[in-house]
């Protein structure tokens, strides 16, 4: 039998910054280039237009050259740049909202896939209203990430090229401009946001933290809030929610700070470039070797740079949230990858029966205080085996062991003899846990999501069999029944039905089922019930219920738990599995 | 005795902008500094480029030598004055400004939080915790900008462009003129702009939540779609749904776009028809004013310079615009939570020590209204003695959590409720409280130890009583397998069941020791076993107290002394 090898693709799926650019290049690029035209021509509309009256107003005095001044280019220029500048300006916009959009879809799409690759029992040891909280800060860490490039990266290219520009024509206007302006434009440009960069970035990182102390300190309270009130404890929490939010707001003031100090600093140093570019021109002036309509478009130019380069001093916030959301999301696509998931694809035929065996299993959840202790079982094709106990004893937990999600604390457990790794657990196992979950599709998509070549016929021979079928029919839309958020358009019992039929389409060997028949009314429950193992009689059948199933005396075992989680007394199969447990470890030794 | 209901929890519906300027109004101080900063910065502007004019109009008479040379240095000295004040000034407008926000935001938030307090379980008629956690914090955030960058915005573009214009009519009136001709042009597209975001906004957030909600839904169930083995499938769905986004914004997007465009253009235009008037002027070859120079060069680049800083304000509020919109947006879902009427017990707090006495009980016509003069809960008569246990049962919608909000002493009523003698309302709230154990659905429980939880309850209780009372609801076993009394619960109790954490609450109700428990449902979340379990625990625990219990199942409460089953009170006139 062939056992693949776990492939290390953690490294593919990790988001990394220069990935948001190279996902989407081409789309950036058009907006780098719309955004540089339009820069351009926000500095030549002022630039020229200063060059044009100054020019304008030497030719004019001087009448007789008044005569020859082309006065029609520069205003041809001037107008240009005008439009340049709108049309430039909506251009750009369009292409990087495009190309954010583009990009956030490749992102949902990307990470999808990567949980999707996912060992299942992480997804297991977040408790379920825990991970609707993580989902939900999921969505919002996605759209984060687009930032970094439209608040941060294109900023950045944007006033390298003007500054580049700037500077390019002040070394030809005369090489001493350039160097009277050089030590301003490099501190406004590079020196003050990178010393913001340094300075902020990390507080920047920790903003989600803060904002998560501060709802932490409301919602969990407020739940409990009529207590607290009889208690006289409210004014306490009162207090500590509003001490969270001082410090969430002090966060917030000490980075908004620094950018604006930043932004005063950067037009600071500009304005030293322009003071240095003064004073030089005028002893230049005396020499003949510059005019005075060119000076004036260079200390325009370098004044327009100011709107260019104050983006740069708030980059960081960007930059941090853009970080703090790629590492998060990281930090789930990789989360605890400790043990190596099930070979997806499978060359070997899968047995026709099966035996499925325990031993002293004991396993607990991640932060739980009980679960079960010292389960023995063993089970062959055919057979039923019922778990019966009160809640909180370990029924569900023993199951997600089972279904191979949830590593043992100790004991063994094997699959015909073989660990449950060995196997395609994907083509062996049909697993329904108390969470089950019916999408907001069709009531057909919904249950082909289990055998997706599955005929119309075969989806009514499932429904007819979880006695929903003269309900289906009734639905004016039958099969093609959008099911709603949550499954909202079904009751309760319904939906977990439907997720129960699911699971029965896929024709696995070994059923594990969770509750399956909560909240079922005694006729549908026995009809239902017989159903169930009837579709299973060459299979195994673990089932667990709190209401006592009519199920064939000859084929079923029944497992009773105690609170504590240990198997409760029931001395005949008690001798039974202890016999058995001696016979599997013996046969393991070997 | 009839008690008048004084909370209605009928909210007039105020204008958010008034409920605005009711919240800023303690803080306008800082704005009215910010705005000083920004006016002042004007000025300098306005000086800055008047020296720069000078300085060039100087050394182009110098290079035509029509002018000596003379030392600019005042000048220069001025100059650097204007270009290092200013930035600094901004900043400092800034500052205040957040100062305002900041201080607007804690004063909202913690009248929110006083609110919720007056409130207590009546605040369900108000929404799920989740959404008034979401209002508490988000949406008074979302007033910053609207505070912060908005309200002295809106003044800045009144007031810049009219002193801008009215410098640059000293020059030359005609350009004056044509800057005030093209400004009439900005808010009117501005409102178009604005309007045009807002519903794109709006199209655009719904939008989003579509797709969002999509994605949730399927990342929610990827346990499930992996052990179906239909991940391929689901990816498929996500990037449809991401597509269909991303078509649908792009569309609302251009025209929102647009309508800024045109914005930016008149601003561009502007500049440039100034300039080339300017030219041609100093040119001579106006048509109308052929030969003539009617602004000599030093006005005209003054004009020049201050040109694009009389749109910069229009421009810049269009870009806050939106922030308007979600704070008016912000201020409507807060109005509700924000006006709420609340009720207390109104009695004079007594100077001797409260005790927790027997309570004997009876309720008289007892009726409760909610918004509208809508019947909360039918005319109620009963009578419960001190020890005795009565179960509440009833349809939903009956009023059944009504009728224990107003034996809590958060909802005003009718009729009257006897407690040894006095009415409820004649009570002092803080001794009224004390008589009283609630537990509803939930328990109180909050992350923490196990002992950090019991003595929220009762802070001065010592260890060994704190493992009393978990040992008489049993849960004392199951925590000497963790670290005991400092077991760590997670958020909302994590790492215990369902009715292990309403046996945690039990403790803690037998840890205050008061007279009359309450229960609210107290097993609406847990399966029938546990249900049975918690039920046949309070009755153990709660012998010889006075008990009111509402639940929807009688299983395991056989142990009541009566029962009671709440009709809904058709056919009753409504009050108010």
């Known amino acids: ?590 | 005795m009839k008690v008048k209901p004084i909370m209605s929890g009928v909210t007039d519906s105020t204008d958010p902008q008034q409920l605005l300027g009711r919240c800023i109004a303690p803080h306008r101080w800082w704005l009215r500094g910010a705005l000083l900063l920004a006016l002042f910065s004007v000025v300098l502007l306005i000086i800055q480029s008047w020296l720069l004019a000078t300085l060039f109009h100087h050394w182009l008479q110098l290079w035509q030598g029509t002018e000596a040379a003379r030392y600019q240095s005042g000048v220069l000295f001025g100059l650097i004055i204007c270009l290092v004040l200013r930035p600094l000034l901004q900043a400092g407008r800034e500052w205040l400004s957040r100062q305002a926000s900041q201080r607007a935001r804690i004063a909202l938030r913690s009248q929110l939080l006083e609110q919720l307090e007056r409130l207590g379980p009546a605040r369900r008629h108000l929404g799920s915790d989740g959404a008034l956690g979401t209002q508490v914090l988000e949406q008074v955030d979302a007033l910053d900008g609207y505070i912060s960058r908005y309200r002295v915005q809106s003044l800045l573009a009144v007031m810049v462009p009219c002193l801008v214009a009215a410098v640059v009519a000293f020059y030359s009136p005609l350009s004056a003129g044509l800057m005030l001709a093209t400004a009439p042009l900005v808010p009117l597209f501005m409102v178009l702009v604005g309007r045009a975001a807002a519903s794109a906004s709006q199209q655009q957030f719904s939008a989003l939540a579509r797709m969002g909600g999509r994605f949730l839904d399927l990342v929610r169930g990827m346990a499930t779609l992996t052990r179906m083995g239909a991940t391929a499938q689901a990816e498929d769905s996500v990037a449809d749904a991401s597509e269909a986004y991303r078509t649908r914004t792009m569309r609302v997007l251009k025209l929102a776009f647009l309508s800024s465009a045109v914005l930016e253009f008149f601003a561009a235009l502007a500049i440039a028809l100034v300039a080339l008037y300017l030219g041609l002027g100093l040119l001579g070859l106006l048509p109308w004013a052929k030969g003539e120079v009617p602004v000599p060069y030093q006005g005209a680049l003054f004009i020049l310079l201050l040109a694009p800083e009389f749109y910069a304000p229009l421009r810049q509020l269009g870009a806050d615009y939106h922030a308007r919109a979600e704070a008016t947006g912000a201020m409507l879902s807060l109005s509700p939570l924000l006006e709420a009427g609340t009720w207390q017990p109104q009695g004079q707090q007594p100077s001797a020590k409260v005790r927790v006495e027997p309570l004997h009980l009876a309720c008289h016509e007892l009726a409760v209204c909610g918004e509208g003069g809508r019947l909360r809960l039918a005319p109620l008569s009963l009578m419960l003695a001190a020890g005795e246990r009565l179960l509440i049962q009833g349809e939903s919608g009956v009023g059944k959590s009504s009728f224990l909000e107003a034996l809590l002493g958060f909802s005003a009523y009718q009729g009257s409720v006897m407690v040894n003698g006095c009415e409820l309302s004649q009570w002092p709230g803080d001794v009224w409280r004390c008589q009283l154990g609630y537990l509803g659905q939930q328990p109180p429980v909050l992350g923490g130890s196990i002992a950090e939880n019991l003595r929220l309850a009762c802070p001065d209780k010592t260890d060994t009583e704190l493992i009393e009372a978990l040992e008489w609801v049993g849960l004392w076993p199951i925590l000497v397998r963790g670290d005991g009394l400092f077991t760590r619960l997670g958020e909302r109790g994590q790492g215990l069941s369902g009715g292990q954490l309403q046996r945690l609450g039990l403790a803690q109700l037998l840890l205050r020791d008061a007279a009359l428990w309450l229960f609210d449902e107290p097993t609406a979340h847990l399966d029938p076993d546990s249900a049975w379990q918690l039920n046949t625990l309070i009755g153990r625990l709660s012998r010889g107290r006075s008990v009111i219990i509402v639940s929807h199942e009688s299983v395991g409460l056989e142990w009541v002394e009566h029962r009671r089953v709440l009709t809904s009170g058709r056919g009753i006139p409504c009050c108010g």
């Open chain 1, 1 to 590: 039998m062939l056992r693949l090898g776990k492939v290390s693709e953690t490294r593919d799926t990790s988001i990394r910054l220069r990935d948001l650019l190279l996902l989407r290049g081409g789309g950036w690029l058009l907006a780098f280039l719309l955004g540089a035209v339009t820069l351009l021509s926000v500095v030549g509309l002022l630039a020229i237009s200063g060059w044009f009256i100054t020019a304008a107003a030497v030719a004019g005095t001087a009448t007789a050259a008044a005569i020859g001044f082309d006065y029609f280019r520069p205003a041809a220029l001037i107008r240009l740049c005008a439009i340049v500048r709108t049309a430039g300006r909506y251009g750009e916009r369009l292409a990087s909202h495009d190309t954010a959009l583009g990009l956030l879809k490749d992102l949902r799409c990307r990470l999808f896939r990567a949980l999707g690759k996912k060992p299942l029992q992480s997804a297991v040891s977040t408790a379920h209203y825990r991970a609707a909280k993580a989902m939900h800060r999921l969505i919002t860490d996605i759209d984060h990430l687009d930032q970094v490039v439209l608040r941060a990266l294109l900023p950045w290219g944007w006033s390298g090229l003007m500054v580049a520009a700037v500077m390019g024509g002040l070394y030809w206007l005369n090489s001493t401009l350039l160097w009277a302006a050089l030590p301003g434009l490099l501190i406004a440009w590079l020196g003050l946001p990178l010393l913001a960069v340094w300075r902020g970035i990390r507080q920047a990182r920790r903003d989600a933290e803060f904002a998560e102390r501060r709802r932490v300190a409301l919602l969990d309270p407020l739940a409990a809030i009529t207590s607290l009130v009889l208690w006289g404890r409210w004014p306490d929490i009162r207090q500590r929610v509003k001490g969270e939010d001082i410090n969430f707001l002090q966060q917030q003031e000490r980075q908004f700070s620094l950018a604006s100090l930043t932004t005063a600093m950067q037009q600071v140093a500009l304005g030293s470039s322009i003071i240095g570019v003064l004073w030089q021109a005028e002893v230049l002036m005396h020499t003949g070797a510059l005019t005075v309509p060119i000076l004036l478009a260079a200390v325009l130019a370098i004044l327009a740079l100011g709107e260019i380069l104050a983006p740069l001093a708030s980059s960081f916030l960007a930059l941090g949230a853009s970080l703090a959301a790629r590492d998060r999301l990281n930090a789930l696509i990789n989360a605890d990858e400790s043990r190596p998931s099930p070979p997806v694809t499978w060359s070997g035929a899968v047995p026709l029966t099966w035996q499925l065996e325990a031993c002293q299993l004991t396993a607990r959840l991640p932060g739980a205080l009980t679960g079960p202790q010292d389960i023995h079982l063993s089970l062959k094709s055919g057979e039923i085996l019922c778990l019966q106990g009160p809640s909180g004893c370990g029924k569900s937990t023993l199951l997600q062991v089972l279904a191979g999600e949830l590593a043992p604390l100790s004991g063994h457990y094997w699959l015909n003899g073989q660990p449950p790794e060995h196997w395609p657990l994907l083509k062996t196992i049909g697993y329904l846990p108390q969470q089950w979950d019916v999408f907001d599709m069709s009531l057909a998509e919904n249950l082909r999501l289990g055998d997706e070549g599955a005929s119309d016929d075969t989806l009514w021979g499932v429904l007819n069999d979880m006695a929903l079928g003269t309900w289906a029919r009734g639905l004016p839309q039958g099969l093609n029944t959008p099911l709603g958020e949550y499954g909202a358009a079904v009751s309760g019992g319904q939906a977990r039905r439907i997720a129960l039929g699911r699971v029965l389409l896929t024709r696995r060997p070994i059923l594990l089922l969770d509750e399956p028949l909560a909240g079922l009314d005694t006729i549908t429950r026995h009809h239902v019930v017989d159903s169930l193992v009837r579709r299973t009689q060459k299979g195994i059948l673990v089932i667990s219920s709190h209401v006592p199933l009519v199920l064939p005396e000859h084929r079923t075992h029944y497992l009773p738990m105690l609170e504590e989680g240990r198997p409760g007394v029931s001395p005949l199969t008690w001798r039974h599995q202890k016999e058995a447990c001696a016979d599997l470890r013996a046969r393991a030794m070997k």
